[in-house]
């Protein structure tokens, strides 16, 4: 069996954004991320870094041999110019200033400290671009934020500045909040946060499907608001569904309570437990599931419970960005329940097909369903 040196380091980390571990690596990344709250921000904030800067380059070091082979170059062509062997080094362009004479060691000297001085120019080329990444890196990662800053008719001090980090079709992101809370954004979601929490909460927005992985923190209770419900906890683990004015709330850690907006009756759930909210009918009776089919979307997967044909499809339009057309309206309520993994949307349709005992064909980004 092959052993892999079990640390975490940037290059490790690379290889498991890239999927390029080993099973083994994977298990073993997945525990050390669970070890503890820092280890999840260390990666959020990798993974960050990652996407948004990973393209910046550092100038190429200069090449030692070349700029040696240039050197001699420019010593030759000052020996045939008789530059050593003349009394005068140059002749200034005034025929009646004196002439300067360097001895030919100078002359060496001299075009040493040019080699030097080349290597150190790249030098510090390289350290201005190490800054100008991390600049660029900050400036890009908040430049896909849409910054919002709440009216206030009282002094711009007391003002709350607001982000909203918005993720398109087929797109994911990882967001670190000011308190160390990573929250996963799922495709198609829009999440709202302060630059920093004030007060007596921690409050966000969403819309859409995220992971929250939330640090602890029970004197300011971290709050998530959905349409009219609000999502609360001190610090633990949750997946939070809100699509459609339909809310589906799974706990991976933890507990986890959930409320209408103006309202104290509340659900209470615990680890593996799950809940759903529509308007007309309120929380549903709190159930124990298999949290990792609500979470799999994590894991490069999709994965539907007694889910209608509809939903399964919206799911697949916003995970692959196509569009999906129904050739035959009646099967849209037929349900489905099973794990895929999503690395190709030709093999998801293709076993959906199988499983549903229908047709399902693909022309571009247009998927006929009949």
């Given at each position: 069996m092959k052993v892999f040196p079990k640390t975490v380091d940037s290059q490790f980390l690379v290889r498991v954004i890239n999927n390029e571990v080993s099973p083994e690596e994977k298990e073993f990344f997945e525990s050390w991320l669970l070890e503890s709250d820092a280890n999840k921000e260390e990666f959020g904030n990798f993974v960050l870094l990652w996407d948004k800067a990973g393209n910046a380059r550092i100038p190429d070091p200069p090449d030692a041999k070349q700029q040696f082979?240039?050197?001699?170059?420019k010593l030759k062509n000052k020996?045939?110019?008789?530059?050593f062997n003349s009394p005068a080094l140059y002749k200034p362009e005034s025929e009646s200033s004196p002439i300067v004479q360097l001895p030919a060691e100078n002359l060496k000297v001299q075009y040493r400290k040019e080699f030097f001085l080349s290597i150190l120019s790249w030098t510090g080329k390289a350290a201005a671009a190490?800054?100008?990444?991390?600049?660029t890196w900050y400036l890009i990662a908040?430049?896909?934020?849409?910054i919002l800053v709440s009216p206030s008719s009282v002094?711009?001090?007391?003002?709350?500045?607001?982000?909203?980090?918005?993720?398109?079709?087929?797109?994911k992101s990882t967001v670190t909040l000011s308190d160390g809370t990573i929250v996963y954004l799922n495709s198609n979601s829009r999440l709202t946060y302060p630059t920093a929490f004030g007060g007596r909460t921690r409050e966000v927005e969403l819309i859409g499907e995220a992971y929250f992985s939330v640090a602890h923190d029970k004197t300011k209770p971290f709050l998530v608001h959905t349409g009219t419900t609000i999502t609360e906890v001190v610090g633990t683990e949750f997946n939070l569904k809100f699509r459609s004015n339909k809310l589906n709330l799974v706990v991976a850690q933890g507990k986890v309570k959930a409320y209408r907006e103006s309202s104290d009756n509340y659900v209470s759930l615990t680890k593996g437990m799950m809940t759903s909210f529509v308007a007309d009918k309120g929380f549903s009776k709190p159930e124990k599931v298999n949290t990792k089919q609500y979470t799999a979307w994590r894991e490069n997967k999709l994965s539907f419970v007694h889910a209608?044909?509809?939903?399964?499809?919206?799911?697949?339009?916003?995970?692959?960005?196509?569009?999906?057309i129904y050739a035959n309206k009646a099967i849209k309520n037929?349900?489905?329940?099973?794990?895929?993994?999503?690395?190709?949307?030709?093999?998801?349709?293709?076993?959906?097909?199988?499983?549903?005992?229908m047709n399902i064909c693909r022309e571009g980004k247009k998927v006929i369903v009949n």
């Amino acid at each position: 069996m092959k052993v892999f040196p079990k640390t975490v380091d940037s290059q490790f980390l690379v290889r498991v954004i890239n999927n390029e571990v080993s099973p083994e690596e994977k298990e073993f990344f997945e525990s050390w991320l669970l070890e503890s709250d820092a280890n999840k921000e260390e990666f959020g904030n990798f993974v960050l870094l990652w996407d948004k800067a990973g393209n910046a380059r550092i100038p190429d070091p200069p090449d030692a041999k070349q700029q040696f082979d240039s050197i001699k170059n420019k010593l030759k062509n000052k020996t045939d110019q008789k530059y050593f062997n003349s009394p005068a080094l140059y002749k200034p362009e005034s025929e009646s200033s004196p002439i300067v004479q360097l001895p030919a060691e100078n002359l060496k000297v001299q075009y040493r400290k040019e080699f030097f001085l080349s290597i150190l120019s790249w030098t510090g080329k390289a350290a201005a671009a190490v800054v100008v990444l991390f600049l660029t890196w900050y400036l890009i990662a908040h430049s896909n934020d849409q910054i919002l800053v709440s009216p206030s008719s009282v002094a711009s001090e007391s003002r709350v500045t607001k982000v909203e980090k918005v993720t398109l079709r087929g797109e994911k992101s990882t967001v670190t909040l000011s308190d160390g809370t990573i929250v996963y954004l799922n495709s198609n979601s829009r999440l709202t946060y302060p630059t920093a929490f004030g007060g007596r909460t921690r409050e966000v927005e969403l819309i859409g499907e995220a992971y929250f992985s939330v640090a602890h923190d029970k004197t300011k209770p971290f709050l998530v608001h959905t349409g009219t419900t609000i999502t609360e906890v001190v610090g633990t683990e949750f997946n939070l569904k809100f699509r459609s004015n339909k809310l589906n709330l799974v706990v991976a850690q933890g507990k986890v309570k959930a409320y209408r907006e103006s309202s104290d009756n509340y659900v209470s759930l615990t680890k593996g437990m799950m809940t759903s909210f529509v308007a007309d009918k309120g929380f549903s009776k709190p159930e124990k599931v298999n949290t990792k089919q609500y979470t799999a979307w994590r894991e490069n997967k999709l994965s539907f419970v007694h889910a209608p044909l509809h939903e399964v499809m919206n799911e697949i339009e916003m995970y692959y960005n196509v569009q999906i057309i129904y050739a035959n309206k009646a099967i849209k309520n037929k349900t489905l329940t099973g794990i895929f993994d999503a690395d190709s949307l030709d093999h998801v349709l293709s076993m959906i097909s199988l499983t549903m005992e229908m047709n399902i064909c693909r022309e571009g980004k247009k998927v006929i369903v009949n």
